[in-house]
């Protein structure tokens, strides 16, 4: 095992560790969830708690919680492109980025008590050519396989045989995880031992059928397979647009399928099954003896000195071997660890590894046996251990479990030093917010600090190394020739790290997947390294590695992210942020409030995508691939069903009579165009079973995501110049029949789903339960012109850019005005004027209360409380001609990074305002976010807003107001120590990484406020030009001068922030000189 000279800081997800269970004997585990990565509320039953860990036992069933000092860690699961770094108390350590991981392992033979020690990765190889995300290329197109379908031939003990289709059976175990009640794999191959009830099984054709079948069809039975071929295979292939393509790849043609990486190689993990070829120099060793061969090697009592266990000769004498004894490894506990761990004389952990309280393995096997008694019964068989004894042989490949791994990296520092062999146990995750943190070979830009994006320049560096202190590079910078196909080096220099930013299109890490430019031939391939010298080293498909120059080649969308996002947005963030809280749904107190809410939110997401599909297909919007779209509506439809099952309604009845003559349609115009519909709501079983919920959550909510990006790829073709933006005449009949189809399913959908959301909203005792009855009760078949109803209740995430296509042009509104005599009067903050002006965010927006007099009433109140009660230095704009629309424009707090720089809102009133929150954008004015809440592109993450999900008055409800909402923006956001107001990161709070990160955070806010306000300047609003010219001409003076005292470090600030870096010094010298420049043209004006 790894070296640990010190107690382990940080653990992080997919750490492997171990334990001593009440017996002494070692126990290897996972770390599923960390206390630092949850996202439970603190006061949550079950929430994890300050240094506590969720943890995945090889010898429990269930997840069980321990604290970390109570376990040790063996492994850390670093992949090559992963940034790290060393943590030393009290000293602030470079970072650097994995260049290279060897991983060596000691393996199970499934079936068999033997293991094999120090087996490498490159000799593990995976139980199938292909497999669930795995990048893999056709010709010169790259994707990640999304499903495979296999029709698996199966053999019982009595002789009997069956063929299944995978897609469609999930009742098939692995039997000798099922014998440890382990989660099975969903991965087949021939010889592998299965365990399943036949009179189960879905859609079987039985080759051979015996009598003791046909007698025990009811019974659990063991089977072994003898052959797997793969059917069919889901590609999501990217187009040279960026956009995904979903594929199907049947026999023959999934031949031409060609792997480019297997994911799951870069990281092994325990419980793994993969296939070994054993060879001559291979030692078997029984399993519980190496088990206790580690146990007494890493007890802390044990002398640390190189021993031979006192078992060896017992060993020795009953291990199959496989080559001449002569040639033999010795079997010693030295070859696992050359250097056993170092345990840290701490009182508190002296009785670590004989920690009781903890749930023992005893316990664990009593539980077990109870849970496996009532299941259905086993037929007797005679008791057979594959492989036999004469496979245990060189030459013969096996399947194998991983049991052990071990890692050890190669890492690539700031300072541009190169270290190989560091035990993944000396390493840490960097987490930070930084965009400035740059590493040798990475591809550059000079940053202007506009918030424009820059056209790619012909000139470009490439970091050489980085002062990490200093927050300084050394960049060469290289002009590229398209003559002679070379770069050619202009110069070397010394830059601040905030001077400078990513290159937009040289993304190059390693495991990259790119292709070749203008090639003879289309390669494919993937990135070993990017070097200092400007060139990209590349290995091709064929294995063959390549010095390339990044103009040469091109990178292709990572598989990971799914389709490309506006800035700060990807569709794993949008994903994770619906999903964060799903696990808590599946056995929560339904009447918990918070439990509701998040259930709500979630569910509001996927309808406010489904008016937008909706509106795209009504709109002739989508004319391609309507039949993929119709299979993953009813996909979504049937993964609902979890939530008549939580709620104990019947919303989503799977024999529903509608659902069902929908379904009828969808089955027969498969068949008229002859396409296969695979999946069990496609089969012929009435017997249907609810999802998962975790599961069925997770996968709506990425299939309308998907869904919705398909509609922008379609928009934005439309759009394009060269594209016609007249429909097409040729269209099919068959395709408006499916998109017809698409429109009544689409509405369905609505409708239960209104319903639905009507149960949680009325659990809670919400009022707005009437609302959202009311609009469920629409037609099911609408009208083309029929404008859909807003989601309830509406929040930022409804108002996406990407909806912008289908918003009016011009404002369509049936407000009241404020009746002569009744304007509310100015006051020092507060003031009302006549028209809103037509560069607010939501002026274009179409509005229309359900109740104006009321709606008025409300407004007139709010804006009451705004004009008596603004805290000072914050001012707000209301409109007579638009009361649903306010400006508001508040001044950094003192005492924090952000004193003396404004910030702008827009906000719009919803339509049921104050039931539902108001739609809030920023206007940001920097390239940059100078706040984790505070989005570029406009988004305020805020929970009043229904942006994060809060707790009591966090949330926003009927009695919430613009007030506390401005306050919470103010008090909340604009703080001392932004750092953490990203989600999670206050976990941070006092550790190592989360102060230096914190400090750092703060450079970079100070540098962006002043860059922000320079351009705030050269054109402010016109709603709060006279406030912004007269603040900058009393506060301007003063604030250069502060900011300046923090660098010469004669002041301290209130906030982390000392000793400003070099970087800093001479990035704000400058951005202080053009806002100088700036201020001086009001004067002169």
């Known amino acids: 095992m790894s070296q640990q000279s010190e107690k382990v800081k940080e653990f992080y997800a997919n750490d492997i560790i171990y334990r001593f269970d009440k017996n002494k004997k070692i126990v290897f585990g996972v770390v599923v969830n960390t206390y630092e990565n949850s996202q439970d509320d603190d006061d949550d039953a079950g929430a994890l708690q300050k240094g506590q860990i969720s943890v995945s036992w090889e010898n429990a069933v269930e997840e069980q919680v321990w604290r970390q000092s109570k376990v040790r860690l063996v492994n850390r699961s670093i992949i090559p492109g992963d940034i790290v770094r060393r943590l030393e108390e009290g000293k602030e350590t470079q970072r650097g980025y994995c260049k290279d991981v060897k991983q060596s392992t000691t393996v199970h033979i499934v079936g068999t008590d033997k293991v094999v020690e120090h087996v490498s990765s490159e000799r593990l190889h995976n139980v199938r050519p292909l497999d669930i995300d795995d990048v893999v290329c056709c010709g010169s197109k790259v994707g990640h396989v999304d499903g495979i379908d296999q029709l698996i031939t199966m053999q019982s003990k009595d002789g009997s045989i069956v063929e299944l289709l995978t897609s469609i059976n999930r009742v098939i175990d692995d039997y000798w995880l099922w014998k440890r009640s382990k989660f099975t794999l969903e991965i087949y191959y021939a010889g592998q031992e299965v365990i399943g009830v036949p009179s189960k099984f879905k859609e079987p054709k039985w080759i051979k059928k015996t009598k003791d079948m046909r007698k025990n069809i009811h019974k659990r039975q063991r089977f072994t397979i003898q052959k797997v071929v793969d059917c069919v295979i889901d590609v999501s292939m990217y187009n040279d647009s960026g956009h995904m393509d979903l594929s199907e790849f049947t026999q023959p043609n999934i031949k031409t399928l060609k792997v480019l990486e297997h994911p799951s190689d870069n990281s092994l993990e325990l419980g793994e099954r993969r296939i070994l070829k054993l060879t001559s120099r291979d030692v078997l060793l029984k399993k519980k003896e190496w088990y206790k061969k580690l146990s007494i090697l890493h007890r802390p009592e044990v002398p640390k000195i190189r021993h031979i266990v006192s078992c060896s000769s017992k060993i020795n004498s009953r291990v199959p071997r496989i080559r001449s004894s002569s040639l033999l490894y010795p079997v010693s506990p030295l070859a696992i660890d050359q250097s056993p761990p170092v345990f840290p004389d701490d009182p508190e952990d002296e009785d670590w590894w004989t920690e009781e309280g903890e749930d023992s393995e005893e316990e664990i096997t009593e539980g077990v046996s109870e849970s496996s008694s009532k299941e259905p019964s086993i037929i007797e068989v005679k008791k057979h251990y594959p492989p036999r004894a004469n496979e245990l042989s060189a030459g013969h490949s096996l399947p194998v479990e991983i049991i052990y791994v071990e890692s050890k990296v190669t890492v690539v520092w700031q300072d541009g030093t190169e270290e190989k062999d560091i035990p993944s146990t000396q390493l840490y995750y960097s987490i930070s917010l930084d965009d400035h943190e740059?590493?040798?070979?990475?591809?550059?830009?000079?940053?202007?600090?506009?918030?424009?994006?820059?056209?790619?320049?012909?000139?470009?560096?490439?970091?050489?190394?980085?002062?990490?202190?200093?927050?300084?590079?050394?960049?060469?910078?290289?002009?590229?020739?398209?003559?002679?196909?070379?770069?050619?080096?202009?110069?070397?220099?010394?830059?601040?790290?905030?001077?400078?930013?990513?290159?937009?299109?040289?993304?190059?890490?390693?495991?990259?997947?790119?292709?070749?430019?203008?090639?003879?031939?289309?390669?494919?391939?993937?990135?070993?390294?990017?070097?200092?010298?400007?060139?990209?080293?590349?290995?091709?498909?064929?294995?063959?590695?390549?010095?390339?120059?990044?103009?040469?080649?091109?990178?292709?969308?990572?598989?990971?992210?799914?389709?490309?996002?506006?800035?700060?947005?990807?569709?794993?963030?949008?994903?994770?942020?619906?999903?964060?809280?799903?696990?808590?749904?599946?056995?929560?107190?339904?009447?918990?409030?918070?439990?509701?809410?998040?259930?709500?939110?979630?569910?509001?997401?996927?309808?406010?995508?489904?008016?937008?599909?909706?509106?795209?297909?009504?709109?002739?919007?989508?004319?391609?691939?309507?039949?993929?779209?119709?299979?993953?509506?009813?996909?979504?439809?049937?993964?609902?069903?979890?939530?008549?099952?939580?709620?104990?309604?019947?919303?989503?009845?799977?024999?529903?009579?509608?659902?069902?003559?929908?379904?009828?349609?969808?089955?027969?115009?498969?068949?008229?165009?002859?396409?296969?519909?695979?999946?069990?709501?496609?089969?012929?079983?009435?017997?249907?079973?609810?999802?998962?919920?975790?599961?069925?959550?997770?996968?709506?909510?990425?299939?309308?995501?998907?869904?919705?990006?398909?509609?922008?790829?379609?928009?934005?073709?439309?759009?394009?110049?060269?594209?016609?933006?007249?429909?097409?005449?040729?269209?099919?009949?068959?395709?408006?029949?499916?998109?017809?189809?698409?429109?009544?399913?689409?509405?369905?959908?609505?409708?239960?789903?209104?319903?639905?959301?009507?149960?949680?909203?009325?659990?809670?005792?919400?009022?707005?339960?009437?609302?959202?009855?009311?609009?469920?009760?629409?037609?099911?078949?609408?009208?083309?012109?029929?404008?859909?109803?807003?989601?309830?209740?509406?929040?930022?995430?409804?108002?996406?850019?990407?909806?912008?296509?289908?918003?009016?042009?011009?404002?369509?509104?049936?407000?009241?005005?404020?009746?002569?005599?009744?304007?509310?009067?100015?006051?020092?903050?507060?003031?009302?004027?006549?028209?809103?002006?037509?560069?607010?965010?939501?002026?274009?927006?179409?509005?229309?209360?359900?109740?104006?007099?009321?709606?008025?009433?409300?407004?007139?109140?709010?804006?009451?409380?705004?004009?008596?009660?603004?805290?000072?230095?914050?001012?707000?704009?209301?409109?007579?001609?638009?009361?649903?629309?306010?400006?508001?424009?508040?001044?950094?707090?003192?005492?924090?990074?952000?004193?003396?720089?404004?910030?702008?809102?827009?906000?719009?009133?919803?339509?049921?305002?104050?039931?539902?929150?108001?739609?809030?954008?920023?206007?940001?004015?920097?390239?940059?976010?100078?706040?984790?809440?505070?989005?570029?592109?406009?988004?305020?993450?805020?929970?009043?807003?229904?942006?994060?999900?809060?707790?009591?008055?966090?949330?926003?409800?009927?009695?919430?107001?613009?007030?506390?909402?401005?306050?919470?923006?103010?008090?909340?956001?604009?703080?001392?120590?932004?750092?953490?107001?990203?989600?999670?990161?206050?976990?941070?709070?006092?550790?190592?990484?989360?102060?230096?990160?914190?400090?750092?955070?703060?450079?970079?806010?100070?540098?962006?406020?002043?860059?922000?306000?320079?351009?705030?300047?050269?054109?402010?609003?016109?709603?709060?030009?006279?406030?912004?010219?007269?603040?900058?001409?009393?506060?301007?003076?003063?604030?250069?001068?502060?900011?300046?005292?923090?660098?010469?470090?004669?002041?301290k600030p209130d906030f982390p922030l000392l000793p400003v870096s070099k970087g800093l010094k001479l990035s704000l010298i400058t951005a202080l000189e053009q806002l100088q420049q700036v201020l001086i043209k009001p004067t002169d004006q």
């Not at 050394?474 to 001077?499: I, L, M, R």
């Not at 990259?512 to 498909?541: H, M, P, T, Y």
């Not at 391609?624 to 049937?638: A, G, H, P, Q, R």
């Open 438 to 1051: 740059f590493f040798p070979g990475e591809w550059v830009v000079k940053d202007n600090g506009s918030k424009e994006k820059c056209l790619v320049s012909s000139q470009y560096g490439v970091v050489q190394l980085v002062d990490y202190l200093e927050r300084t590079a050394t960049v060469k910078w290289f002009s590229y020739s398209s003559e002679d196909k070379q770069a050619h080096c202009v110069s070397v220099e010394e830059v601040s790290v905030y001077d400078l930013k990513k290159h937009a299109k040289f993304v190059f890490r390693p495991g990259s997947i790119v292709r070749a430019i203008s090639a003879e031939e289309e390669r494919v391939g993937k990135i070993v390294d990017s070097c200092i010298e400007g060139f990209v080293i590349v290995q091709w498909l064929s294995k063959i590695q390549e010095k390339c120059w990044p103009q040469d080649i091109e990178l292709m969308p990572d598989p990971d992210l799914g389709y490309a996002e506006s800035e700060g947005s990807t569709d794993d963030e949008k994903v994770s942020w619906e999903t964060e809280s799903i696990e808590s749904f599946a056995g929560s107190d339904l009447t918990d409030e918070t439990v509701l809410q998040n259930m709500a939110g979630r569910l509001d997401f996927v309808r406010s995508r489904i008016v937008f599909l909706k509106e795209a297909f009504k709109n002739r919007i989508i004319t391609n691939d309507s039949f993929t779209i119709l299979k993953d509506l009813l996909l979504i439809y049937e993964n609902y069903s979890y939530l008549d099952k939580l709620l104990g309604t019947s919303f989503f009845s799977l024999k529903s009579k509608h659902f069902q003559a929908l379904l009828l349609q969808a089955k027969e115009k498969a068949k008229a165009q002859n396409i296969e519909l695979r999946g069990r709501i496609f089969s012929n079983d009435s017997n249907w079973t609810v999802t998962k919920t975790k599961a069925a959550e997770q996968e709506n909510i990425k299939k309308m995501i998907k869904l919705e990006n398909k509609v922008n790829a379609e928009i934005e073709n439309k759009e394009s110049p060269s594209t016609p933006s007249l429909p097409d005449i040729s269209q099919s009949s068959d395709t408006i029949s499916e998109s017809n189809l698409c429109v009544e399913l689409l509405s369905t959908l609505k409708i239960r789903m209104d319903l639905s959301y009507a149960e949680i909203i009325s659990r809670i005792g919400d009022n707005q339960t009437f609302s959202v009855c009311t609009k469920a009760t629409e037609t099911i078949i609408t009208p083309p012109n029929c404008t859909p109803l807003p989601s309830v209740p509406t929040t930022p995430d409804d108002s996406f850019s990407i909806l912008s296509p289908l918003k009016p042009k011009k404002p369509q509104t049936l407000l009241p005005t404020i009746p002569s005599g009744e304007e509310i009067p100015a006051s020092e903050w507060y003031s009302m004027v006549d028209e809103a002006p037509e560069n607010h965010h939501f002026y274009t927006s179409k509005f229309e209360p359900g109740d104006s007099q009321k709606f008025l009433k409300t407004v007139m109140k709010e804006y009451k409380l705004l004009q008596d009660s603004l805290p000072p230095n914050v001012w707000v704009r209301s409109y007579n001609e638009r009361i649903d629309l306010l400006s508001v424009m508040i001044r950094g707090p003192d005492k924090t990074p952000y004193e003396d720089g404004l910030f702008l809102f827009d906000i719009k009133l919803s339509n049921d305002y104050p039931r539902s929150p108001p739609l809030v954008h920023y206007i940001s004015y920097s390239s940059e976010r100078l706040n984790p809440n505070l989005y570029v592109e406009g988004k305020v993450c805020v929970s009043l807003l229904g942006t994060w999900m809060g707790k009591g008055t966090e949330v926003w409800g009927p009695n919430s107001t613009l007030l506390q909402l401005i306050v919470s923006i103010q008090g909340l956001i604009l703080v001392s120590e932004p750092y953490y107001n990203e989600a999670g990161y206050d976990k941070q709070t006092e550790t190592q990484q989360g102060y230096e990160n914190s400090r750092t955070y703060n450079e970079l806010v100070i540098l962006k406020l002043v860059q922000s306000m320079t351009l705030l300047l050269e054109n402010p609003p016109e709603v709060f030009k006279k406030e912004i010219l007269s603040h900058f001409e009393r506060n301007a003076e003063k604030w250069c001068k502060r900011l300046m005292s923090f660098c010469d470090n004669s002041v």
